[in-house]
């Protein structure tokens, strides 16, 4: 399987990959590889076990990974995931705070794979990364809820002409832009902003002298109650509402908009959204080496020139 993947890879020129997508149930981890580095994130099992149980399968797991891709126990990074509940969000599991760059289709970037439970680049979103580079050539493109850039990285890639990326995190706002310079690009023809998006998009709205994008992504959390905000962010209570304000006051006629979320119960509000030609596009962006198909929903839509 390991072997499989790796040459799978290799054709297309990516180092981040999925080997292990938790194809058994009794095993509930997936297994990522990041170049030489590999990450595990470890799932709440459904089957009831003891804690020195899951110790051991931890343990055998480590084992067969370190076998199977001859690497040492000191290269694996292991995280835990369980569902939050309410208002609960993930907290940092670390204070490593070191950052490895790693290639996906001619591109680098910056990964963190010990101190938070994502690692700043999301590969199930690979082929959507690509579709936006694709579009973009000569394009003003807007990225929101940009978190590390990547899709700037892929549009700037693409020749888009300028972009403007927003994000309320620091962190990730000061990691998309070395992400940028990583690759060679302008952080004056590619601004990074860090702001509430929803706060941003009612604050810009009334500014005559706003800029007018052809070229949007929208890929905001699920659920977000930081102290920075001004309101709740709830993405099947607000995506309407920012949807059509992205139409209204900041598309450019012929523009396209990609939007997309983790959310497994999400319900997408179509009669309530004014773009035309809206396209679920969710079975055509999971690669292959994601075998669970709700991983991620993505649409994609146009404004009529």
């Known amino acids: 399987m390991a072997k499989h993947w790796k040459k799978w890879a290799r054709k297309r020129n990516i180092e981040c990959f999925r080997i292990y997508d938790r194809d058994i149930p009794q095993v509930p981890v997936c297994v990522d590889l990041y170049g ?28 067969i990974v370190c076998e199977t891709l001859s690497i040492d126990p000191n290269q694996i990074f292991w995280k835990k995931r369980e569902p939050k509940k309410g208002k609960e969000q993930y907290e940092k599991q670390s204070e490593q705070s070191e950052l490895f760059e790693v ?36 394009k003003k493109f ?8 990547s899709f700037t990285v892929y549009a700037a ?17 000061d990691w998309a832009e070395e992400n940028l310079k990583l690759n060679g690009f302008s952080l004056t023809k590619h601004r990074v902003f860090k702001a509430d998006v929803m706060e941003w998009l009612r604050h810009e709205r009334k500014n005559p002298d706003r800029e007018k994008y052809d070229l949007i992504v929208v890929d905001p ?48 509000s179509k009669q309530a959204v004014l773009w035309d030609n809206v396209k679920d596009i969710s079975k055509f962006t999971i690669p292959e080496d994601f075998r669970n198909e709700k991983i991620h929903f993505c649409w994609k839509m146009e404004k009529p020139i």
């Open 103 to 138: 290639g996906e289709n001619g591109l680098r970037f910056y990964v963190n794979l010990s101190d938070y439970v994502d690692t700043g680049l999301f590969l199930d979103h690979r082929i959507t990364r690509d579709l936006v580079r694709k579009e973009s050539k000569g």
């Open 36 to 63: 030489p580095l590999c990450h595990i994130s470890v799932y709440k099992n459904n089957y009831e076990i003891s804690d020195e149980d899951k110790i051991k399968e931890n343990e055998e797991v480590s084992r």
């Open 157 to 173: 890639s693409g020749g888009a002409v300028k972009s403007l990326s927003v994000d309320l995190s620091n962190t990730y706002s």
């Open 142 to 149: 807007l990225n929101l809820f940009s978190y590390t850039g």
């Open 221 to 268: 959390p699920t659920f977000s109650n930081s102290k920075k905000m001004a309101e709740i962010f709830d993405i099947q209570k607000d995506h309407a509402e920012i949807l059509n304000t992205l139409y209204i006051d900041f598309a450019l006629p012929g523009a396209v908009l990609f939007f997309s979320t983790n959310f497994r119960k999400f319900e997408f």
